[in-house]
């Protein structure tokens, strides 16, 4: 727990795809459904649109607290990608990560 996790996000295709601003990407813990960033109800977007390259790379740094700065507890987290531009063909995507929690034993095992 505590530790940085690295989200990273590539369009792999060869189309460009395009995401409705900030609210493309989010992030829930699995087990209670509260979301950590990104999601509609808790933030308001602009409306603005994204393009998204093929071959582009984006990466989140995220420092596992939530939006109020909160340590999130241990549990299973899915991060959600998704486009909602109706003009276009529908790109969803997701992966699930569990957060443990360490103790500082298993920690000095792991620095030995």
């Known amino acids: 727990m505590g530790e940085t996790v690295t989200i990273t996000l ?3 295709g ?3 795809i395009h995401f409705s601003d900030g609210g493309y990407m989010h992030l829930r813990n699995s ?3 509260e979301c950590i960033f990104g999601c509609p109800e808790q933030e308001s977007f602009t409306q603005a649109i994204i393009a ?3 071959g582009q790379i984006e990466t989140r ?3 596992q607290r939530d939006v109020n700065n909160t340590q999130v507890s241990p549990g299973l987290y899915t991060v959600r990608v998704f486009n909602a531009i109706w003009e276009e063909s529908s790109v969803e995507a997701s992966i699930q990560f569990t957060i443990i929690n360490r103790s500082s034993a ?5 620095n030995k």
């Open 10 to 12: 590539q369009n792999i």
């Open 14 to 16: 060869n189309n460009t």
């Open 31 to 33: 087990d209670t459904g």
């Open 52 to 54: 998204f390259e093929p």
């Open 61 to 63: 740094l995220w420092e």
């Open 106 to 110: 298993d920690i000095n095992s792991v």
